[in-house]
């Protein structure tokens, strides 16, 4: 079997599946229609074992895109990763990640979505350290575990469940809403899906999954992955929707938003740019979810993964161009040598700031707008503006780099656009991006959202996103250098490049103590007074000893004599007493 045959073999399979999804969709939204399939597997005098799957329009249009991306992924690693010796291996992990990803949007039982939320994060894991150093590794291990909490949750979850006599929430969901336990499962929801969605406190895992294969980015890491969590909310918004808990949601996924925007901004890996970006956007949707608006985070969710995969693709292809070099200070004046994927790189970037009619203007708008007419406080409405603006910021600091600064890496280079196969695997999902945006609101929203606002608020969206323009160019134009030494005064500027020190407090935080407790222990005892006590000291207690022992077995006359004379003299003396 040749090596890149099952390159084309589940290239072909995830895109006819995607088609028949696509149609299946259409014919679900206009006849109004929900399939519940149940699958008893082992019946036991009362006791079944059932596999349900839920076929609605939300699964359908989810699992269409999620076949979609992963079919342009796989087509693009068939160049991509054409020097890796073990290519089938890589594609059955991507294989596996996507049917993971399928089980768990198709199930309405809790034990289904558990094994494909499992699924998902062990084949990340492995997708993550696939290149096999220290760096993947350590990645790795912090993916793990950061979403093995949001695993514990869930078995929690499905133990709780036992309550109410069915793993299957979708049939007592609406109408048990009220109950006090059910607020049990919803605050276990949340948390599973703030591990999975990288929301504050656990955000530090996504950018360091950026050490996974560029494909594995544009897949795992910016489309279908992280979107589990948003998925699962919007499965489980009903009985959410009074709780206190989503509100304090709302306020750490609005930070979260905030604090990718800035930190975006001081970071120079081009991979970690556009990882802290999903988490901005996954920040977002996360919001938008906690306000009770499940329609509007799925409408972001596809628009968003449409552009961020093919921004990921472009950042593989400009990777492989800079000789695996991912600093974006060595890039610049790419748009004259590679226009193609220039152009790719920069309409995905557009449409992740919103610009009119792409893909994420629809969504991004309506998100903002909505926030505008609903009864907020000013500190949540400003994090979703200034969150805006530093996505304007951070796009045209980006894009300075990359198309307008001149080329720094070395004097001789050699870059091409000719790669078809990566082309055109980016087009496919470039089309997409020009259209999703518009294609989805016309299938989804069979009605317009009612939206009422005065001018100025209304244009608060182009106001701000203005503002980020003037900043990024400005900032990418100057010395950054000025700056930050007015931030280090105040060591801000470390701050705000460590992600708020997220990474440090989800690694060193839970480890330090437990260490340094064990090092103390080592130095103290080990080392020090059971050294003395045990080993040293047994050691030299023998050691005197033995050097009595060997003068007696000497042999001398003079002393067996005298030890004869000596205990002769004591058993005399005792007699005598």
């Known amino acids: 079997m040749n090596k890149y045959s099952l390159c084309f073999i589940s290239f072909f399979f995830l895109f006819f599946f995607m088609l028949i999804n696509f149609f299946m969709v259409i014919y679900f939204i206009m006849n109004n229609m929900v399939i519940l399939l149940e699958w008893n597997i082992i019946s036991f005098n009362s006791m079944n074992i059932v596999m349900s799957i839920l076929l609605d329009w939300m699964s359908l249009l989810f699992m269409m895109f ?5 079919s342009s992924v796989i087509f693009y690693s068939k160049s991509y990763m054409s020097s890796e010796l073990n290519l089938n291996r890589f594609i059955i992990l991507v294989l596996l990640f996507v049917f993971s990803m399928i089980l768990l949007i198709i199930s309405p039982n809790m034990i ?6 499992d699924g998902l994060g062990l084949v990340s894991y492995c997708l993550i350290i696939y290149y096999q150093n220290i760096k993947s590794y350590n990645a790795g291990m912090l993916t793990a575990l950061s979403n093995r909490i949001g695993d514990v949750m869930i078995l929690m979850l499905i133990s709780w469940m036992v309550n109410y006599g069915s793993w299957n929430y979708i049939f007592y969901i609406d ?5 006090y336990s059910m607020k049990i499962i919803g605050v276990l929801v949340i948390l599973a899906a703030m591990t999975k969605s990288a929301q504050i406190p656990f955000s530090s895992w ?9 494909p594995v980015s544009a897949l795992v890491h910016s489309s279908t992955l992280v979107t589990a969590g948003v998925y699962l909310l919007i499965r489980f ?3 959410l929707l009074d709780m206190f808990f989503f509100k304090l949601l709302l306020l750490l996924s609005g930070l979260t938003m905030f604090m990718s925007g800035v930190c975006a901004n001081y970071e120079f890996d081009l991979k970690k740019i556009i990882a802290l970006s999903t988490l901005s956007q996954l920040g977002l949707m996360m919001s938008i979810l906690s306000m009770g608006y499940g329609d509007l985070a799925f409408f972001h969710l596809l628009t968003h993964a449409m552009f961020k995969a093919l921004l990921f693709m472009c950042a593989g292809v400009i990777i492989h161009m800079m000789m695996d070099n991912q600093d974006i200070r060595m890039m610049g004046g790419i748009s004259l040598y590679i226009p193609l994927t220039s152009l790719c790189m920069n309409i995905s970037n557009l449409a992740l700031c919103g610009i009119p009619f792409l893909a994420g203007f629809y969504s991004k708008d309506m998100i903002l707008e909505v926030v505008s007419m609903s009864n907020l406080n000013l500190f949540i409405y400003y994090l979703y503006y200034i969150s ?6 951070y796009t045209i600091r980006l894009l300075m780099y990359l198309m307008v600064n001149d080329f720094n890496l070395l004097c001789v280079y050699n870059l091409y656009d000719e790669d078809f196969i990566m082309l055109k695997g980016m087009f ?3 089309f997409m991006s020009l ?3 518009s294609f989805l609101s016309w299938m989804i929203f069979s009605y317009p959202y009612m939206i009422y606002l005065s001018f100025n608020m209304k244009m608060m969206v182009i106001y701000v996103s203005l503002i980020g323009v003037l900043m990024g160019y400005i900032i990418s134009s100057m010395d950054l250098h000025s700056i930050n030494k007015f931030l280090m005064t105040y060591n801000l500027s470390i701050f705000l490049t460590m992600m708020w020190f997220l990474p440090g407090l989800s690694t060193y935080m839970m480890n330090y103590s437990f260490l340094s407790l064990g090092q103390k222990l080592l130095k103290n005892v080990d080392m020090g007074w059971g050294e003395i006590y045990k080993s040293q000291g047994i050691y030299n207690v023998i050691k005197n000893y033995s050097i009595i022992f060997y003068v007696y077995q000497l042999n001398n006359f003079k002393i067996f004599l005298f030890s004869f004379v000596l205990w002769m003299m004591i058993i005399i003396f005792m007699l005598v007493l």
């Open 206 to 214: 996504l950018p360091a999954a950026m050490a996974a294969p560029t």
């Open 175 to 179: 109408f048990m809403s009220n109950d």
């Open 435 to 437: 259209v999703s945006g």
């Open 112 to 117: 289904s979505i558990f094994l494909g939320w």
């Open 388 to 393: 805006t603006g530093l996505t304007m910021f």
């Open 428 to 430: 496919l999902l470039l």
């Open 66 to 70: 999620v076949s979609l991306i992963s």
């Open 237 to 239: 918004n009903n009985l």
